[in-house]
C-alpha cells in the first residue's frame, strides 16, 4: 500500500512540474528553434537519471503539445460535423468513424497519425546524413524533431484549423 502511495505521489508531482516545464520547453523551442539540437545533444550525453531535469522529455512534449490538442479537437468539432454532414457529403464516413473512438482509441490513432511527422523527417534526416538507422544516430534527431512539430502544431497549426472549422461549425448549425 504504501509503494502506492509513493507512486501517486511521484506521479503528482511530475504533473506539477510538468506544468512548469511544458511551457518552458514551448518558449525555447519557438523563440531559439536552433538551440534545439544542442538541448536534445547534451540531454541524451547524460545519466538517465539527470536527463530532462529542466526541460519536458521530447516525446512526452509531443504527445502533450501535438496530439492531445488533436484528440481534444477530434472530441469537439468531429461529433457536429458528423452529425450535420451525415446526409450532406460523401466524407461522412470518415467523421462517423472518428466520432465513435473511445477517448483511448482516438489518442492512440492520433499519436500514430501524427507520429509520421516527426518519424518521417527524422528517416529523411538520416538518409541525407547516410547515417545508419540506428537508436544511437536517430534519438537525438527524433528528440529534436518531436519538439519542432509539437510546438509547431500547438503554435502554427491548430490555431488555423480551429479558425477554419469554428466557422463551419456554425454554418451547418444553419441548415
Not at 90 to 95: E, R, T
Amino acid at each position: 500500500m504504501r509503494n502506492l502511495i509513493d507512486s501517486v505521489e511521484t506521479l503528482l508531482g511530475d504533473l506539477l512540474v510538468w506544468i512548469v516545464l511544458i511551457p518552458k520547453t514551448l518558449v525555447r523551442g519557438v523563440a531559439w528553434p536552433r538551440s534545439l539540437p544542442e538541448l536534445v545533444r547534451s540531454e541524451v550525453e547524460r545519466q538517465s537519471s539527470d536527463r530532462y531535469n529542466s526541460y519536458t522529455p521530447p516525446g512526452l512534449f509531443f504527445l502533450l503539445a501535438g496530439v492531445l490538442p488533436y484528440v481534444a479537437g477530434l472530441y469537439t468539432f468531429i461529433p457536429e460535423l458528423a452529425a450535420k454532414q451525415a446526409g450532406h457529403q460523401a466524407g461522412h464516413f470518415l467523421y462517423r468513424r472518428l466520432a465513435a473512438l473511445s477517448p483511448e482509441q482516438a489518442l492512440v490513432v492520433g499519436f500514430v497519425y501524427l507520429a509520421t511527422l516527426p518519424v518521417g523527417a527524422s528517416l529523411v534526416i538520416c538518409s541525407f546524413r547516410h547515417e545508419p538507422l540506428s537508436r544511437s544516430a536517430l534519438k537525438p534527431i527524433l528528440g529534436i524533431q518531436a519538439y519542432c512539430w509539437g510546438a509547431l502544431l500547438l503554435i502554427g497549426v491548430y490555431p488555423m484549423l480551429i479558425a477554419d472549422l469554428v466557422p463551419a461549425v456554425r454554418a451547418l448549425r444553419v441548415l
